[in-house]
């Protein structure tokens, strides 16, 4: 169930970024971009925007050729990791989130989804290191999504103190980025691990309310018939 739901929830993050985040204008140590190769990049990125929901190979493209034109161009290079984690290409879609990432050391999107590409991996260590640099910084737009992820991965762990914290805390973001069933129902399991019955009986109660018939209400009331009346 969990792998399921990672797996949905990959690219949750991806929207947003590739929308709002203004486009890096500047150089690579020692590799001048001209302003003419900057401008046809910039072109070249909404292209593939325009096209990713149509056709994922022409978005690729276009981000490909916007890379080319502009090495600095971060957004392209989330871009193309985002497609290459759909495709399971998750070497190659975490050598372009670190490019995206050492671009830019503040850029929280891009540290949150390498996380999710190395916690796909059960890469742990590495991707609680991810979310958490993504945290750092405060002006991140969805700490929610890292502050989950995060969770998930103590969990893995057996950091279920860690684990509990961090999905707590993504519980108080406003408006949420993680579907607040999926949310409650993952804090319900690490409450039943750290043998919190009342509060796991109350979050997977939520998402038997929140979710109705759906899958999270599923396995959360596969959980509750574990928990003592």
């Known amino acids: 169930m969990t792998q399921n739901l990672f797996a949905g929830s990959i690219v949750r993050p991806f929207a947003r970024p590739l929308l709002v985040l203004a486009l890096l204008i500047g150089w690579l140590p020692g590799c001048a971009t001209s302003g003419e190769s900057v401008k046809k990049s910039k072109g070249y990125y909404q292209e593939g925007i325009a096209s990713l929901d149509r056709d994922q190979q022409k978005a690729f493209v276009s981000f490909q050729k916007a890379v080319k034109l502009d090495p600095s161009n971060k957004e392209a290079r989330y871009g193309l990791g985002h497609i290459l984690a759909l495709q399971g290409k998750l070497s190659q879609a975490e050598e ?134």
């Open 96 to 229: 372009e989130f670190r490019a995206a990432t050492k671009l830019d050391e503040n850029y929280s999107e891009a540290y949150t989804y390498l996380g999710q590409v190395l916690e796909k991996q059960e890469r742990w260590p590495e991707a609680i290191a991810a979310f958490r640099q993504a945290l750092t910084n405060p002006l991140y737009a969805t700490p929610d999504l890292a502050r989950f992820h995060l969770g998930l991965s103590l969990a893995h762990q057996g950091d279920y103190q860690g684990a509990m914290e961090a999905l707590e805390d993504a519980l108080v973001v406003n408006p949420p980025n993680v579907p607040p069933a999926l949310l409650q129902l993952e804090l319900g399991r690490v409450y039943y691990k750290l043998g919190f019955e009342r509060r796991s009986r109350e979050a997977l109660t939520k998402v038997t309310t929140l979710d109705k018939s759906g899958e999270y209400a599923t396995a959360a009331n596969e959980l509750l018939t574990r928990l003592k009346p």
